[in-house]
């Protein structure tokens, strides 16, 4: 995919939410992505073509991810030894422990 620079666009913005009427031009350039004409490397697929739709339908979904309760444990485990650390830290900038 490449990248190619679109034209310049210019927009009006207001100047403050409040200041209705009172704007100011400033001018945007996008990238927008082009589809190259080249062909895809050896075992790629093309980007939109037909076999690259009919992938998203005909893989098999990934089966061993678990229900989450591992990830769930260690992320809360994990933002409780952050507070707590903090907490601590609190305390001891303030003279409380």
């Given at each position: 995919?490449?990248?190619?620079?679109?034209?310049?666009?210019?927009?009006?913005t207001?100047?403050?939410?409040?200041a209705?009427?009172?704007?100011?031009?400033?001018?945007?350039?996008?990238?927008?992505?082009?589809?190259?004409?080249?062909?895809?490397?050896?075992?790629?697929?093309?980007?939109?073509?037909?076999?690259?739709?009919?992938?998203?339908?005909?893989?098999?979904?990934?089966?061993?991810?678990?229900?989450?309760?591992?990830?769930?444990?260690?992320?809360?485990?994990?933002?409780?030894?952050?507070?707590?650390?903090?907490?601590?830290?609190?305390?001891?900038?303030?003279?409380?422990?």
């Amino acid at each position: 995919m490449v990248l190619t620079a679109a034209p310049v666009q210019t927009i009006r913005t207001a100047v403050h939410p409040v200041a209705i009427g009172f704007t100011r031009s400033m001018q945007v350039r996008h990238a927008l992505p082009r589809a190259c004409d080249s062909e895809p490397e050896e075992g790629k697929t093309q980007v939109g073509s037909k076999a690259y739709y009919q992938g998203f339908l005909s893989t098999p979904l990934e089966e061993s991810r678990g229900d989450g309760t591992e990830q769930a444990i260690k992320l809360g485990l994990s933002t409780a030894g952050i507070v707590g650390v903090l907490t601590v830290a609190f305390l001891a900038s303030n003279g409380l422990l």
